[in-house]
């Protein structure tokens, strides 16, 4: 967050590098990482044919990138539109690059079980920076929303303007990436605000949780309605999904609950093969699962 994720994230003045040098190296990173890649990575290199030094280097270049990318992020200079405009950067691609490091830990993990340990070192356990910052950030201000509830009569709080500016600036940041999250996150702090008595005693990420549930679960049903697919067996597939996967969990059994004969007759649809429909469907739902679903899960 650009304004104040120094308060969520904690960094030695003495000892961290100035913004002009920390964003040098992370722009060294990323080209790094880049020049190793095609735009497509997943398209673009076939994993399987890499060779283990080389997939190394991808992953320990990645690493490298995402250490950056996370240690920029808690500098008030950090404007993510500047650092888009200057990389050629997008959250798409951020879940693309995060896609194509975790497939290929993957591979090196099916190698490592055959004996094929060829390469440099690498940490093949380490925690994504990026991740755990967002982690961090998103944890922090549900615990600055939590504090402003009465938890009892003669423990009542209440935030400072810079804790409720924090808040605020939060969802405003999240709203560049994730605006779906960032709305429930916004008509919770409203409430909550407006109303903090009517929260004393509970969770709010446990009330969060159950605001981002229903939110999913009206998804699921306007989809199966829309798509004539069981609404079991589409929650099945989408709470097993792994994205990059080649085989998912409950695929089959999703596309056994298409309702073929339904679709074309209710829904008046102009005629097409019950192949060609397939298709559409299992884009429509992969589409679902990692624009709106995944992205509303994000914190948990």
Same mark, same amino acid.
């Given at each position: 967050?650009?304004?104040?994720? %120094? ?81 050629? =950067? ?52 549900? %615990? ?24 605020? %600036? ?37 009330? =969060? ?92």
């Amino acid at each position: 967050m650009p304004s104040n994720s %120094t308060q969520m994230v904690e960094k030695n003045d003495v000892l961290a590098p100035s913004w002009e040098e920390e964003k040098r190296n992370f722009l060294s990173s990323c080209s790094d990482f880049q020049n190793l890649i095609t735009d497509d990575p997943e398209e673009g290199l076939q994993i399987e044919q890499i060779s283990t030094p080389e997939l190394r280097k991808l992953a320990k270049a990645y690493q490298s990138f995402d250490k950056y990318l996370a240690s920029i992020r808690v500098y008030k200079e950090y404007d993510e539109e500047e650092i888009y405009a200057e990389t050629g =950067l997008t959250a798409e691609e951020l879940e693309n690059y995060l896609g194509f490091y975790q497939n290929i830990l993957a591979e090196l993990k099916s190698r490592s079980e055959d004996g094929d340990e060829d390469g440099e070192p690498l940490d093949i356990h380490y925690e994504l920076e990026s991740i755990q910052v967002d982690e961090i950030n998103y944890a922090y201000i549900l %615990t600055l929303i939590q504090s402003l509830i009465e938890q009892e009569q003669s423990q009542e709080k209440s935030l400072s303007a810079q804790d409720r500016e924090a808040v605020d %600036t939060y969802i405003q940041s999240l709203e560049k990436t994730n605006p779906n999250l960032a709305q429930i996150i916004s008509e919770l702090w409203q409430e909550v605000q407006a109303n903090p008595d009517r929260y004393r005693g509970q969770s709010i990420a446990n009330i =969060l949780d159950q605001m981002i549930e229903a939110v999913i679960q009206q998804h699921i049903q306007d989809f199966s309605k829309t798509w004539y697919v069981g609404e079991d067996e589409l929650r099945y597939y989408i709470n097993h999904y792994r994205k990059g996967a080649k085989k998912q969990l409950g695929e089959s059994q999703l596309t056994k609950s298409q309702r073929y004969k339904d679709y074309k007759v209710e829904g008046d649809r102009c005629p097409q093969s019950h192949s060609s429909i397939k298709k559409h469907i299992k884009e429509a739902y992969t589409q679902l699962i990692e624009e709106v679903i995944e992205p509303l899960r994000v914190g948990r």
